[in-house]
């Protein structure tokens, strides 16, 4: 089996607590071959607990010492395009972290990179490579005609979760002007994506981009690209979302947010005449927390209920097996830059109506 010598462009949470322990458990599949990070004490900590040889504070520079097969774009969502297109101009596969970027501009040049690469660009949407996910899309036929659809996505902050299950080094040594210069950078690249907005709708918009990202883009793949926004409102300066999503006979309610307390309801409900599924998530920051699949139904005088937990294996785990097909079998993966688009689009249409609702 040929193994892939990957390089991981951002050594922050995601990648201490996820990507980094994944890549090591998949020897088979992938060596580690350089790191990247801004932060020398990540380079320095991570590196050594790792045994990685190659490390370099500039992505571009990593990309151009060669040696790799392909690299993971686990950085700041602002340089995700930057980081992405010059990894394809190596001819260099890709796994991004989602969002892949923050605007179509972005997404514009990376699949233009892609195109002239002819390398592949996967982004990062775990929860659709969940089992129980999977499992819902082949169930989905039989439960008849669809009325109705809760998405909700409504967790604490990452990290009250992973301060207690995971050692993370969160480095003092950044700069304090390239702080000043992502968030800047940021504001520019949202506002090339939605115009001059008041802060709370952008700040939604970073929301949907972020957390978001995960839900509508599973919805997608479930139930496929709604008609149009009905109706969206926000609250808690944008940190707190609900939209009705149209589709052709039924309804989707969407809502997230982030609070503090230490939980995370995360999951996908489908009512339909015959049956219900719903796909329940769990936090990502433990591994192997299951994700399941509860399925509900009438058939005579009897109601059931049946939890299906096809495996343990984490949706991280199983992207990145995948990822390693796609490259090393040559198809795209379902996740493409273009799926992503629909993404971004969906975005910008939820912004619009929360603007409206707002005036």
Not at 134 to 153: C, F, H, T
Not at 221 to 232: F, K, N, Q, S, Y
Not at 242 to 254: C, E, H, K, Q, R
């Amino acid at each position: 089996m040929t193994k892939l010598r990957v390089g991981v462009i951002g050594l922050g949470e995601v990648a201490q607590v996820i990507h980094l322990p994944v890549l090591q458990s998949l020897p088979e599949l992938y060596e580690i071959r350089a790191l990247c990070d801004i932060s020398p004490t990540l380079l320095s900590v991570v590196g050594d607990q790792y045994g990685v040889p190659h490390r370099y504070s500039d992505a571009a520079e990593m990309i151009a010492a060669g040696g790799l097969d392909c690299v993971l774009v686990l950085n700041s969502d602002e340089y995700h395009a930057e980081a992405v297109t010059a990894a394809l101009e190596k001819d260099l596969h890709v796994l991004v972290e989602k969002p892949m970027c923050l605007n179509l501009r972005e997404a514009d040049e990376i699949i233009a990179a892609r195109d002239r690469s002819g390398a592949t660009v996967m982004v990062g949407y775990m929860r659709r490579f969940a089992p129980a996910f999977l499992e819902a899309k082949e169930q989905l036929p039989s439960i008849g005609a669809i009325n109705y659809v809760r998405v909700r996505d409504i967790i604490g902050r990452n990290q009250l979760i992973v301060n207690q299950t995971s050692l993370v080094h969160r480095p003092s040594d950044i700069p304090a002007g390239l702080m000043q210069e992502r968030w800047d950078r940021g504001a520019q690249l949202v506002r090339d994506a939605i115009g001059d907005v008041p802060g709370e709708l952008a700040g939604a918009y970073r929301l949907l981009c972020g957390l978001g990202s995960h839900d509508l883009s599973a919805m997608r793949e479930l139930l496929g690209r709604p008609t149009g926004v009905a109706a969206a409102r926000m609250w808690r300066g944008g940190g707190f979302i609900t939209a009705l999503l149209d589709y052709d006979g039924f309804v989707v309610n969407y809502e997230t947010g982030v609070d503090e307390q230490l939980r995370f309801d995360a999951h996908i409900e489908v009512y339909g005449d015959a049956a219900s599924l719903r796909i329940q998530y769990d936090t990502p920051y433990i591994r192997h927390f299951p994700t399941t699949l509860l399925r509900e139904e009438t058939a005579g005088d009897a109601f059931t209920r049946s939890v299906f937990r096809p495996s343990l294996k984490d949706p991280y785990t199983l992207e990145l097996e995948y990822f390693h097909q796609a490259v090393t079998q040559g198809f795209a993966p379902k996740t493409t830059p273009e799926d992503f688009t629909e993404d971004l689009d969906l975005f910008a249409e939820i912004v619009r109506v929360l603007d409206k609702s707002d005036n």
